[in-house]
Every structure is written in C-alpha cells, then in structure tokens.
C-alpha cells in the first residue's frame, strides 16, 4: 500500500486496502487523533453516507474508531456530501465524514473528510494521516490516553436542516415559475431530499432512479450517464433535467430538447447570471480545470471580461484556488459546482435550484438559455488497467511533455485517474479532424505502455 488518498478523499474497491476493515479502523482513529479539539470535552464527528451496500460496513467501523478516542459521533443516514460540512458547522462538530465513492458504482466506497469549517482536507494534511496509519511506530502513538470514550446518536431531523438552509439560499425577489423537471437521483443520495424539496417549492416533478438497493447506485443512470434522463425529458416534454451523481455533490443537466448541458455551460450561465455585473470591486476570476473547454475561457475573457484560472482535476483544488482568489465561482467539467457565497463543497440540488431560478428570471427555454459559447472540439478517451509499473506510470505522465504530438490551435491531457483504474485522454482543438488525429496518436501509445506491461509480468 503506497498511498491512501487520491483526488476527492479516499475510494477503492470496498473491502480492499486502503480500505479494509483494519486500515479503515486505523484513519478515523488517525483522523481523531489530529482533529480532536483540544479546548472542549464534548468533541463532536458528523457522520454521513451514501445509498451503497458497503455503507453498512463502513458505518460502525469509522464509528467506533472515532468513539474509541473519545468523539461523540452524530449519525445522519444517507444525505448528499454538501451537507457534511453544512451540519460540521450547525452542530458545531470537529470533523465530518461522508462514507462515498462517488459517481464510482456499488463495488467501489470512500471516504471524504471536513474540518470544522467545513473545508476538505488539505494535501498537507491527508499526507501527514497516511505517514501515520502506514508507520507502525508512528500509529503506536495514536492513543486516547484519557480514557473516555465517545458515545454515538442519530440525529432524525438532519435532512430537514439541510433541506430548509437550501430554502433559504433562494432569493427571495424571484418568483418562481411553474417548471417541468426530471430529476434523476442515480439511485443514491439524493434519493429522497430532492424530489421533496423540489415538489415543496412547487415544480412539476417526475422522478427516475429514486429507488436504491444498495447495488444499482450510478448505474447506467444519474450524472455518469445521461441516456436515460434525455429519453425522459424528450417524452415527457419536460422543460429540463437534471442528473446527480451517487452521492449529490455534482450536476449534469438536459434542455428540453435532450442536448447535454455540463459543467462548463453552467458555469457559464452563473458567470452571465450570479457574478456579472454585481459591481464588486473587484473582478474575482472563475476557477475551473484543466478540463474545462477552451470555447468557456474565450467567452469569460471576451464576453465578460472575467478571468479563468485553471487547477489540476479534482474539485480540492479548484476549491483552494477558490480561497486563495476570493473567487464566487469555480467547478469542473464533470458537473461539480462551487458556489462559495453558500457552500465550501458542489452541491448538486443548490446548483440545480440555481439554474431553476434564473430560467424563472429570464423566462427562457433550457436550451436558449444555456447557449452561450461555442465548444471547442474535445475527444475523451479512458483506458482502462489493472495495474501499472512504475516505469510506465512516469512514461505516461511524460507524455504531456510529448511536443511532437502537438498540432496547432490544439491541446491534450494525459492522466492517471485519482479514484479508478483509468487512465484519461482528453484532446481538444479548433478542427475536430486534427483533435481526432493526435486522440489516436496518443491512444496508441497508452496503449503501448500498457501492453508492455503486460507481456513483462507475463514472462516474469
């Protein structure tokens, strides 16, 4: 085991290192350890899931690891990731923990963490928890030496609370329309709020995949995949859809004529809408990644005159970025939206409330609402593996430095997914012809590194 965290917390394959059931014991002892305030007795963990079988695993494990250093523990049941931190804050908790695996499917679960400010950990941090639970020595001191013990409750009214703060995050000058929308839950946490909330605010509401078992979380529905959700809105005439993912933290919307809107459009329509022209005094810039579509940051700096910072994948470091900039607004492609005036984390239902309320505003149709910019032509490609060398890892990473691979007017990203097997292309351009080129060009040399391996370790 080499390291603990990827790029949104921890998350493998449920059962397996780093999460089997003793290491599991071992980070929220470590967690604990490092987090407990040292000014109160009375120190307090928010503990929250997802809809995913291995929830039930997980659940007691980090339970009792936390009451063996003394935390009194709050259970909440399934909610969406959001809020984590929001309860962290109301309750005055030291530290949150949503047991998750994402848009991952069921055979996958995680673990993501906040402190008391409702913040993910830092790199620093979640470095500092694996150099302990990996050194014996170390762990050795992770120790209640006061002897007391937490105790655990169920807190009953936690969705109410997260239900009524994304009330009042609406504003108040905006009369809502009467809107037809589908709401696709992916089978996972948002399951039960969403379809409330928004039946309470007076949408027209159908729901699909709000019914889990605990196995068919993110599968072949919600933000993940879309397919189902298009159908729907197209036969129901429905004025939009929106998919969230497994645990709610990220939003992929449909128009009304079943055309995908991602991340970056929304991102768009929330610079036009909730940042241009508040006549702050400053232009703080939007953060997004790497990923985002070059066609977005032309319109930002063109359009709107407002800059885009770009971070590596993964929302922690759009949300850092967000700090160090003072930034309104920031996200990733794949649908997670940081709203930082309400939330530190995405918050899938708030962004989709958001949009429901400037479609209220403008009285516009999905579809012409969200035509903003042009995309540039993107091609993403994941291959998948099942274990890499070290040697090839750092030959694929170098394929980035790859100039001769480069044609003009385009880009192209070469990565090593941070929460499954995969490693990620994303090439993009002006003309789909040369994107579609140089995709191919470095598909095939992916490819190459991985069949290497292979036929290596076969003759080992």
Same mark, same amino acid.
């Given at each position: 085991m080499?390291?603990?965290?990827g790029?949104?917390?921890?998350?493998?394959?449920?059962?397996?290192?780093? /999460?089997?059931?003793?290491?599991?014991?071992?980070i929220a002892k +470590?967690?604990?350890?490092l987090l407990?305030?040292? +000014?109160?007795? %009375?120190?307090?963990?928010? !503990?929250?899931?997802?809809t995913?079988?291995s929830?039930?695993?997980y659940?007691p494990?980090?339970?009792a690891g936390?009451?063996?250093m003394g935390?009194?523990?709050?259970?909440?049941?399934?909610?969406?990731?959001?809020?984590?931190?929001?309860?962290?804050?109301?309750?005055?908790?030291?530290i $949150?923990?949503?047991?998750?695996?994402?848009?991952?499917?069921?055979?996958? %679960?995680?673990?993501?963490?906040?402190?008391?400010?409702?913040?993910?950990?830092?790199?620093k941090?979640?470095?500092?928890?694996?150099?302990?639970?990996?050194n014996?020595?170390k762990?050795?001191n992770v120790?209640?030496?006061k002897?007391?013990?937490g105790?655990?409750?169920?807190?009953?009214?936690?969705?109410?609370?997260?239900?009524?703060?994304?009330?009042? +995050?609406? #504003?108040?000058?905006?009369k809502? @329309?009467?809107?037809k929308?589908?709401?696709?839950?992916? #089978?996972?946490?948002?399951?039960?709020?969403?379809?409330?909330?928004?039946?309470?605010?007076?949408?027209?509401?159908?729901?699909? #995949?709000?019914?889990?078992?605990?196995?068919?979380?993110?599968?072949?529905?919600?933000?993940?995949?879309?397919?189902?959700?298009?159908?729907k809105?197209i036969? +129901?005439?429905?004025n939009i859809?929106?998919?969230?993912?497994?645990?709610?933290? =990220?939003?992929?919307?449909v %128009?009304?004529k079943?055309?995908?809107?991602?991340?970056?459009?929304?991102i768009? /329509?929330?610079s036009?809408?909730?940042?241009? $022209? @508040?006549n702050l005094?400053?232009?703080?810039?939007?953060?997004? &990644?790497?990923?985002?579509?070059?066609?977005l940051?032309?319109?930002?700096?063109? #359009?709107?005159?407002?800059k885009?910072?770009?971070? &590596?994948?993964? *929302?922690?470091?759009?949300?850092?970025?967000m700090?160090k900039?003072?930034?309104k607004? $920031?996200?990733e492609?794949?649908?997670?939206?940081? /709203?930082?005036?309400?939330?530190?984390?995405?918050?899938?239902?708030?962004?989709?409330?958001k !949009?429901?309320?400037?479609?209220s505003?403008? @009285?516009?149709?999905?579809?012409?609402?969200?035509d903003?910019?042009? *995309?540039?032509p993107q091609?993403?490609? %994941?291959?998948?593996?099942?274990?890499l060398?070290?040697?090839?890892?750092?030959?694929?990473?170098?394929i980035?430095?790859n100039?001769?691979?480069?044609?003009?007017?385009a =880009?192209? !990203?070469?990565?090593?997914?941070g929460?499954?097997?995969l490693? =990620?292309?994303?090439?993009?351009?002006?003309?789909?012809?040369?994107?579609?080129f140089v995709?191919?060009?470095i598909?095939?040399?992916?490819? /190459?590194y991985?069949?290497?391996?292979i036929?290596?370790?076969?003759?080992?």
């Open positions: 080499a390291y603990i965290f790029t949104d917390g921890i998350r493998c394959l449920a059962n397996q290192e780093p /999460l089997s059931p003793d290491t599991t014991l071992k +470590t967690v604990a350890y407990k305030s040292n +000014t109160k007795s %009375n120190s307090r963990v928010v !503990i929250s899931k997802d995913r079988l929830g039930y695993l659940e494990i980090v339970t936390f009451i063996s935390i009194d523990v709050i259970l909440v049941g399934p909610l969406p990731t959001p809020a984590v931190p929001l309860l962290v804050k109301t309750l005055k908790a030291d $949150g923990v949503m047991i998750t695996a994402s848009h991952n499917t069921y055979e996958y %679960n995680g673990l993501k963490f906040f402190d008391s400010n409702g913040f993910k950990l830092s790199s941090l979640e470095k500092k928890i694996e150099q302990i639970v990996l014996k020595k762990y050795s120790l209640n030496k002897n007391y013990l105790k655990a409750l169920r807190l009953e009214d936690a969705a109410g609370r997260y239900s009524e703060y994304l009330k009042n +995050t609406l #504003n108040k000058n905006i809502l @329309k009467k809107i929308v589908i709401l696709d839950c992916a #089978n996972g946490a948002t399951y039960n709020i969403a379809p409330n909330l928004f039946w309470e605010l007076g949408y027209e509401i159908i729901t699909i #995949n709000n019914n889990p078992n605990g196995k068919n979380i993110n599968k072949n529905c919600g933000s993940v995949d879309v397919n189902e959700l298009k159908k809105v036969k +129901t005439k429905s859809g929106f998919a969230f993912d497994g645990d709610g933290d =990220r939003l992929i919307a %128009n009304e079943g055309e995908t809107i991602d991340g970056d459009k929304i768009a /329509l929330f036009k809408y909730l940042i241009n $022209g @508040k005094k400053v232009n703080y810039p939007v953060i997004t &990644t790497v990923m985002s579509n070059m066609g940051e032309m319109y930002l700096n063109n #359009n709107l005159k407002i885009l910072f770009r971070t &590596t994948v993964g *929302d922690i470091n759009v949300i850092k970025a700090k900039y003072k930034s607004l $920031g996200g492609q794949s649908g997670h939206i940081i /709203l930082s005036d309400y939330c530190n984390s995405g918050d899938g239902i708030l962004v989709a409330l !949009i429901l309320e400037i479609m505003l403008t @009285k516009l149709e999905s579809s012409k609402l969200f903003i910019y042009k *995309d540039f091609i993403k490609i %994941n291959i998948p593996f099942i274990k060398s070290k040697k090839n890892m750092i030959l694929i990473k170098n980035n430095k100039k001769s691979l480069l044609k003009k007017n =880009r192209f !990203i070469v990565r090593i997914s929460t499954e097997p490693i =990620r292309i994303l090439v993009e351009g002006k003309e789909y012809f040369e994107v579609e995709a191919k060009k598909e095939s040399k992916v490819r /190459l991985l069949e290497k391996w036929f290596n370790t076969a003759r080992i």
